[in-house]
């Protein structure tokens, strides 16, 4: 070999080990054969830590910082990226190109950001399998933010300001396995809105304004294996509402505002339903419930709230005749 070649060759190599084994100031690195993580944690940061970040990149996190902006021109260094979790930050938007040129991104963590509106396509361009915008600010979501392919199975989109279920704009997400609507201003469920969901096995809608529910609220997602309802307004459930739900195990309806349960509604195979924190008034409407929890072992320790002389009561130690029942 001339010596111009190995010199060339021994530079290369140089540049490429330097480069493959760099770390951003104020980050960490761990290399392993597979995988390159870098964590950036540090407060005082407020741009994009893109000098030293190595090409091979697949996980990035930036947290608790001071970054407002992202674009697809910092994220171009890491196209090996597999992982971006960024919680904590101030970003209050992001491009629509921002996932542009990440052919391997599954997971987006934007917990805790000052997020209010994203624009049109903006998770389109990667093939996402978990998206996290859990506390943010956001009041609307585009129908086509995702794509009409997208292989999303994790969506959660708590702690946003969400006024209605957004039915029309999760349309195209049909392999959702865990949908995440907890802590929003959601006063519905409209009818067939889990429709297109058809293996979505967790739904979290607790800590809304939901009033009632449709005797179709559920029908489409038989796969469903946990709903969580408490914390809401419900004050009355149709008969019929979990009925087709064969893969029940957890239902949570505590903290609404259930007087009494109309007889068939929980002739389900679920092995867990809780129902305090309701005010359950203990008359002879009261017998159905009364029956699923001292004959079948419900799980769940629901008390009288009414009449006055059963105030506190626990309604498994009833008797027929403070139902007013015949002995
Ligand atoms: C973050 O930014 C704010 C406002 O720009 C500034 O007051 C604060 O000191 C910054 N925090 C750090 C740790 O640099
Ligand atoms: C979803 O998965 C299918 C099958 O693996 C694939 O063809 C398709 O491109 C994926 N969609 C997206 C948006 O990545
Ligand atoms: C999905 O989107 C692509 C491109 O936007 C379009 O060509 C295709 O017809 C759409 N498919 C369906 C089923 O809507
Ligand atoms: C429902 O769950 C079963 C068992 O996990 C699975 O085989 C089936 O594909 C799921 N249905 C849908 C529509 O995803
Ligand atoms: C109820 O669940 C048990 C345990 O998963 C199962 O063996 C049984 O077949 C189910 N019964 C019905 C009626 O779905």
Known sequence: MNSWLVRALAVMLVLCSRDALSCPKRCTCHFSAKTTEVVCPDAGLSHFPGDGLPPSTTSLTIQFTNLTVLTSEHLRAVPLLEELHLPGNK???????????????????????????????????????????????????????????????????????????PMAQLQNLRHLKVLHLSQNKIEELPVGCLDAHTAL??????????????????????????????????????????????RLEYVDLSDNRLQFLSPGILDINTSWVELTFNPWHCDAKIEYLWRKITMESLQSEPKCAAPENLKDRVIATLTRKDMGLKE
């Open 91 to 165: 970003l209050s938007s992001l491009p629509a190109d921002i996932l542009k040129d990440l052919k391997y991104l599954h997971t987006i963590d934007l917990t805790d950001n000052e997020l209010r509106e994203l624009p049109e396509y903006v998770f389109r361009h990667a093939p996402l399998l978990n998206l996290v915008l859990k506390d943010n600010r956001i009041s609307n979501i585009h129908p086509d933010w995702f794509p009409n392919n997208s292989n999303l199975t994790w969506l959660d989109l708590s702690g946003n300001q969400l006024m209605k279920f």
């Open 201 to 246: 096995e967790r739904l979290y809608l607790d800590q809304n304004k939901i009033q009632t529910l449709d005797v179709k609220a559920f029908s489409g997602s038989t796969n469903l294996t946990h709903i969580f309802l408490q914390k809401n307004r419900i004050d009355s459930l149709p008969p019929t509402v979990f009925q087709e739900l064969k």
